[in-house]
Nanobody
Framework: GQLVESGGGLVQPGGSLRLSCAAS????????MSWYRQAPGKERELVAS????????NYADSVKGRFTISRDDAKNTVYLQMNSLKPEDTAVYYC???????????WGQGTQVTVSS
């Protein structure tokens, strides 16, 4: 499988970005998909996850009400809409295919998000 993130960049505080993660090489619709982030000197943390068919979503407390995770199974893509961005949102954001039975989890290569004036 392959996961390719895009949409990162530099944005001012209060701005918005939409991250995309294009999947290939596996049956995307079967898997829960997640976004994680890792800031310099900090551990990687879960930002948001979405179950297969999008029935359930989960968010870190720090992003609730500002970020929205969604998926388009027809396009094999998961998105992270990020609004009201804060400097503390600065991190490398990673897309992750969660494990399913014997099928292991898989990570994308990451995309940098920098929130700064």
């Amino acid at each position: 499988g392959q996961l390719v993130e895009s949409g990162g960049g530099l944005v001012q505080p209060g701005g918005s970005l939409r991250l995309s993660c294009a999947a290939s090489g596996f049956t995307f619709s079967r898997f829960t998909m997640s976004w994680y982030r890792q800031a310099p000197g900090k551990e990687r943390e879960l930002v948001a996850s979405i179950s297969r068919a999008g029935g359930d979503t989960n968010y870190a407390d720090s992003v609730k009400g500002r970020f929205t995770i969604s998926r388009d199974d027809a396009k094999n893509t998961v998105y992270l809409q990020m609004n009201s961005l804060k400097p503390e949102d600065t991190a490398v954001y990673y897309c992750k295919r969660e494990s399913l039975g014997w099928i292991s989890a898989y990570w994308g290569q990451g995309t940098q998000v920098t929130v700064s004036s």
